[in-house]
């Protein structure tokens, strides 16, 4: 019994938990949700990101912002409630797990990053909106961005195989 598996025997022993234990198609279901989420999620994330990065310069980054920002929000509405719904399922091990904690430590860098990025270096956008670089800061939280959450997704397809 994994010591701080254990604090979460109560989730284990909800109907949720043992739905998506014996349920046959719960499961998959529910993982197909939390693929289409981080679908929207990251892939609104890059889109943005790679026009950071220089990619369509004719485009205001402003524009792109409100533009994508209500896909990834919509994302995280799909992928956060489906993965805690696998969670439920073998909440101890999962929590035991290196690479599931690695997972959760690199989405909450990628929020911090994401953060730091809108109150930070975004308030100058005015300056760089179309037809120019971005400052190499903002490039940098791009780049960045980007390594996280895939790493983030490696994470999640290597959990089964941890
Ligand atoms: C927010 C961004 C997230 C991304 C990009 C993400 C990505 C992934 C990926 C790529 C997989 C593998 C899917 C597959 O190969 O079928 C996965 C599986 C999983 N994720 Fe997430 N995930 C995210 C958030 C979460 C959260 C917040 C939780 C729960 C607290 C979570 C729990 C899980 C679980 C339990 C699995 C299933 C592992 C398995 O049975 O193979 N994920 N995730």
Not at 41 to 65: E, I, Q
Request: charged share 10%; glycine share 10%.
């Amino acid at each position: 019994m994994q010591p701080m598996g254990g604090s979460f025997g109560w989730l284990e022993a909800t109907a949720l938990g043992s739905g998506m234990r014996s349920s046959l198609w719960m499961y998959p279901i529910v993982e197909i949700f939390h693929i289409v989420g981080f679908v929207f999620l990251v892939g609104a994330v890059f889109m943005f990101d790679l026009r950071l990065l220089g990619l369509s310069k004719n485009l205001p980054v402003t524009a792109m912002a409100r533009h994508l920002l209500r896909w990834s929000v919509l994302g995280l509405f799909l992928v956060v409630p489906a993965g805690l719904m696998m969670f439920s399922a073998h909440p101890g091990d999962f929590i035991s797990n290196r690479v599931f904690q690695l997972k959760l430590l690199l989405i909450l860098a990628a929020g911090i990053n994401a953060a730091i990025f809108h109150t930070g270096v975004y308030q100058t956008v005015d300056g760089w909106n179309t037809q120019a670089s971005a400052p190499s800061l903002a490039r940098f939280h791009a780049a960045l961005s980007m390594a996280l959450w895939i790493a983030v997704i490696a994470c999640g397809r290597l959990l089964a195989y941890t």
